[in-house]
């Protein structure tokens, strides 16, 4: 540059410098991308089943011979793990990592471990560790599901048990029409018994959707209903409830005579909180509970959970 430039330049202000070089930016480009999943679908809704041998392994009844089984998997304490698409969020302290889903939700449902930070979950049919055996179609991620309204209710019951040390284990929550399907499919074969000893040792394969164990249309299709238990938030232990989950059989009724007094009360405890908020009970399994005034009573989801 000539002398005189340098001169002039040096004598320029420094704001006036700013100015010129601030003009000379490019605008940054602005991006915006969003995805959904839509819902399909058709069912109504009883009941179904399948069977938690968590609980099993360490909480044999009093009265009636119920399967025991250690190799049944753990729940989880935190959040299941972030998928290869995303990583988990930042955690405020004392409060756990969130992680990142692959998919957007249809709209009106949520992940329930980011209502309820205390959430449990063992999702069974993401396992083969159920009463068919296998991972159940549609199950592409071990995350519980629900309609908004359904989880807020949750979440009000979750903040109830908190204040008695206990908080909530899901073993199942929204579960795609293809799953209930794939139920049908495994009663109709029946040399397909490979966990009869463990879930319906006292019943017979072809009778599950008589009894009221499974149904054909379930409710947990339409995201207001949840298979779940107590646990304590001091030692993560689950609440001894007397008999596990999804096990086809009359000591898991509501009125069953096969229990003691302790996995009884234990039982009351889940029942009155959940009723609290508005759920109501299925007489023949003591986990099961669906929001009376759920917002989708006439219709059926089949999106994958992932």
């Known amino acids: ?27 940054a480009d602005a991006v915006d991308s969003s995805g959904s999943a839509s819902p399909a679908g058709l069912k109504n809704g009883a009941d179904e089943a399948g069977h938690e041998a968590a609980a099993a392994a360490r909480t044999p009844a009093p009265t009636a011979s119920v399967p025991v089984d250690s190799s049944a998997p753990q729940p989880s304490s935190v959040s299941p793990q972030p998928s290869p698409a995303g990583k988990a969020a930042p955690a405020k302290q004392g409060v756990k990592p969130v992680a990142e889903k692959k998919h957007r939700l249809p709209e009106g449902f949520v992940y329930l471990d980011e209502v309820i930070p205390t959430l449990k979950s063992d999702i069974r049919y993401y396992t083969d560790y159920n009463f068919v055996g296998r991972r159940l179609d549609g199950y592409k991620a071990p995350y519980a599901i629900l309609s908004e309204q359904a989880a807020q ?6 903040d109830d048990l908190a204040v008695k040390g206990l908080g909530l284990l899901v073993y199942d929550a ?10 049908m499919s495994w009663s109709k074969d029946g040399d397909d018994t490979a966990m009869k000893d463990v879930f319906y040792p006292q019943v017979d394969k072809a009778d599950v959707f008589k009894l009221g164990f499974v149904s054909s249309r379930s409710g947990h299709s339409r995201g207001s209903t949840i298979d779940l238990t107590t646990y304590s938030l001091k030692t ?49 399994e003591w986990w099961h509970y669906t929001l009376e005034k759920e917002p989708f009573p006439k219709k059926y989801f089949d999106f994958d959970i992932e």
Not at 2 to 23: D, E, F, R, V, Y
Not at 153 to 158: E, N
Not at 174 to 183: E, I, M
């Open 1 to 27: 540059m000539h002398s005189k430039g340098k001169k002039l330049l040096a004598c320029l202000p420094a704001a006036c410098l700013a100015i010129q070089l601030t003009a000379c930016a490019a605008p």
């Open 174 to 183: 929204y579960r795609p029409v293809k799953a209930v399907q794939q139920f």
């Open 236 to 284: 993560g232990k689950p609440t001894d409830m007397g008999s596990p989950f999804d096990f086809f059989g009359e000591i898991s009724s509501h009125a069953t005579k096969q229990i003691g007094a302790v996995q009884a009360a234990n039982r009351a405890v889940l029942k009155k909180a959940m009723e609290k908020r508005g759920f109501h009970p299925y007489s023949k």
């Open 153 to 158: 209710a949750l979440k009000a019951v979750s």
